[in-house]
């Protein structure tokens, strides 16, 4: 989708530090870091929410995501991690492209929650 900044990073015309890549989806570092190591994971295909996202889609995202949070783990030695995926304006989302938070955890005062 032209107008989608998740789109743009995908195919390149936007930077952004990419945590791990295949053919169907992509991770990268939120620009905004709620806490360090926060990342987001996206499908490459564009789909707004969790009600767009057909069984494939939605496994080839979710089968990568131990390995990406286990990733995160060891680079940034977390003491936990949340995941999260807004769906819906009234639920936070502000990028209308499917994402899944993953909120590295280092305790009170860690910025998240
Ligand atoms: P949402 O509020 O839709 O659940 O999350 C959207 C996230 O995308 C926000 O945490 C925001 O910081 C992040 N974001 C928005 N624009 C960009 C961008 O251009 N690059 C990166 N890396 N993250 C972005
Ligand atoms: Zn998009």
């Given amino acids: 989708m032209s107008d989608c900044i998740f789109c743009k990073i995908i195919d390149g015309d936007i930077p952004a530090a990419k945590v791990y890549e295949d053919e169907h989806v992509l991770a990268f570092l939120d620009i905004s870091q709620v806490t360090k190591g926060h990342t987001l994971v996206i ?3 564009h789909k707004e929410n969790i009600y767009e996202l057909t069984p494939e889609i939605a496994e080839n995202l979710f089968k990568v995501v131990p390995k990406i949070a286990n990733s995160i783990k060891e680079q940034f030695e977390p003491i936990g991690l949340n995941l999260l ?3 819906g304006e009234a639920a936070g989302q502000s990028v209308f492209h499917y994402h899944l938070h993953i909120l590295p955890r280092y305790g ?3 910025g998240f929650g």
């Fill in 85 to 87: 995926n807004n769906n």
């Fill in 43 to 45: 499908p490459k295909v």
């Fill in 108 to 110: 009170k005062g860690d």
